[in-house]
């Protein structure tokens, strides 16, 4: 057998991608034990990878998937049912291999991809677990590649789902959606999540080549949550904030890796269709009524996408959309680049002030940030020997390394002025 | 086999490294990139990591209840670890040889730094003796 062509791979990825969770949830939806069906889906997507680019993608992948995820399933059943003697499963399960191939051509998926998305992101599981578990029963991912995006052992990757889906069977929740008045609350938690998954990419620019990328990954998720519920405005506001800030992913680090801060990205290597995207959505989202913090979010990235250079910047606009924020959360990061943006507005003196009110939170009195921003706005105000201080404080106590490195450069460069 | 090989670096001052000119600071972030690069591609490399400065730094200790007992860092240290390189080398020579390229590493000026790399090798199953 020859090997098949890359392009022909990528597609059958892309499609077993595309109905990994439309087939877990046909499958789970009947057979009713959504860790099993987890296990079965997994081993069948695996099974198609290996057999379509030889043979071929079956006239009706969808149904191929469901029979071999339920065959599966049966087989599990009934060694279990061996050996906790609980005949009567079988008997009910048995003859519902047929009616499960059927029964998945009858809808789209969507409803279920839903379900299993508010599921996997259950308010009960940590969010690294929630992460691991979205990306193999809803990503349809791996769990190697899962473990090597975040570059962990697949044996530790592998336990912590596992874990994740035992938590979610203790906690018996019914494979269906949430009833309408906890609707909200765990849309919330998906989101959260998802955000998180966003982050986890972003943030860890190595230098290693893992084929995937968490940021894309989420974008892909919201993207599709965006389909399946395209009037909630904070669904449309985080897939905005995601586009406007992965739109700025090649400018963001240099030749070596190192990291380029906002004010001195080359703005021309921007991707303007992802920010052209970005801003058309949260300019939909906004006037929606009840404006929510991933739009707000969205809103000060556009501004910030949307300005020719970082002088021309609309600070007056990105200080009202903090102060808003701020108002909405009791988030000490928020505090902090609010108080930012009072220093481009009112200059360095006025940031400062703000941050000697900002130090007394214990939950940002330790944090490596504070001195970093402390000394862009001494640099700022002209008192370089402080400025160059509160950078290699900074420098130490920061926990990513493409910072530490950066911190340490802009203190080093004041000595060279 | 399995090496560990562990980088320290002296106290006085968290990161010295801080201190140095910037062009310094650059040739020394480029050499261990490009270490790490050539340690990958040799396909010698197991795990590295960078740790973050002993200001994160805390002594656990198990209280008579079990119980963690943290403390603050360790101001007596003459010395910390800085981080680390797991390598998978076919005799402990050439883990020597990896090590003592890392402890060349560029230090101000471009001079070799030469701080004590600590190698020691990662317990295992026991090896075959007919091997």
């Not at chain 1, 370089?384 to 530490?404: F, G, I, K, M, W």
């Not at chain 2, 200001?55 to 007992?69: E, F, L, T, W, Y």
Request: charged content about 25%.
């Amino acid at each position: 057998m020859s090997a098949p062509d890359p392009q022909t791979q990528a597609q059958i990825e892309r499609l077993l991608r595309e109905l990994a969770p439309q087939v877990l949830g046909a499958v789970t939806r009947r057979c009713g034990d959504f860790a099993a069906a987890e296990d079965a889906v997994q081993q069948a997507l695996i099974a198609a990878a290996e057999r379509w680019p030889g043979e071929g993608v079956p006239e009706e992948p969808r149904a191929w998937l469901v029979r071999v995820a339920s065959r599966r399933v049966i087989d599990h059943v009934r060694a279990e049912t061996a050996r906790r003697r609980r005949e009567e499963l079988v008997v009910s399960l048995v003859p519902a291999e047929d009616q499960l191939a059927q029964a998945a051509g009858d809808d789209d998926g969507g409803d279920d991809t839903l379900v299993l998305l508010v599921m996997c992101c259950h308010p009960a599981l940590s969010p690294a677990s929630a992460i691991a578990l979205t990306l193999r029963a809803v990503g349809g991912l791996t769990t190697a590649e899962i473990a090597r995006a975040f570059l962990v052992p697949e044996a530790t990757m592998a336990q912590r789902i596992s874990r994740a889906k035992q938590s979610i069977k203790a906690s018996g929740v019914p494979f269906a959606l949430p009833a309408a008045e906890q609707w909200a609350e765990r849309l919330a938690a998906v989101l959260h999540v998802l955000y998180l998954m966003f982050n986890e990419g972003y943030a860890s620019s190595g230098p290693e080549l893992t084929r995937v990328d968490l940021s894309s990954e989420a974008m892909r998720l919201v993207r599709m949550l965006h389909r399946l519920v395209p009037d909630d405005g904070e669904v449309m506001g985080l897939l905005a904030l995601m586009l406007l800030t992965d739109a700025r992913r090649a400018a963001r680090t240099g030749p070596a890796g190192e990291l380029i801060p906002l004010d001195e990205q080359d703005r021309g290597r921007w991707d303007r269709a992802a920010i052209a995207e970005g801003v058309a959505l949260v300019t939909a989202a906004l006037p929606r009524g009840a404006v929510g913090a991933y739009q707000l979010q969205a809103a000060i990235a556009a501004v910030h996408d949307e300005a020719p250079s970082a002088d021309a910047t609309d600070w007056p606009q990105i200080l009202a959309l903090y102060s808003l924020l701020l108002q909405m959360s009791d988030n000490p990061m928020v505090a902090l680049n609010h108080a930012i943006a009072l220093a481009m507005v009112r200059g360095p003196a006025a940031g400062l002030e703000r941050l000697d009110a900002l130090a007394l939170d214990a939950r940002l009195a330790e944090h490596h940030r504070v001195d970093a921003v402390r000394g862009h706005l001494l640099e700022r105000a002209g008192d370089r020997a402080a400025a160059q201080q509160h950078y290699r404080r900074a420098a130490d106590r920061t926990t990513s390394t493409p910072e530490r490195d950066y911190l340490l450069m802009k203190a080093a460069r004041l000595d060279e002025r | 086999m399995k090496y560990m090989l562990m980088m320290h670096t002296p106290a006085g001052g968290p990161y010295q490294i801080a201190r140095w000119p910037q062009q310094d600071i650059q040739a020394h972030i480029a050499f261990m990139k490009n270490f790490a690069k050539a340690l990958g591609a040799s396909g010698e490399l197991v795990a590295a990591e960078g740790l973050a400065g002993p200001d994160q730094a805390r002594r656990v200790q198990a209280g008579s209840d079990g119980k963690p007992i943290t403390d603050g860092v360790f101001p007596e240290a003459k010395e910390f670890l800085a981080g680390y390189w797991i390598v998978d080398v076919d005799r402990p020579e050439r883990a020597y040889e990896i090590a003592a390229q890392a402890s060349a590493a560029p230090g101000q000026g471009g001079k070799p730094l030469n701080l004590v790399i600590e190698v020691r090798e990662v317990m295992s199953a026991p090896r075959d003796p007919a091997e």
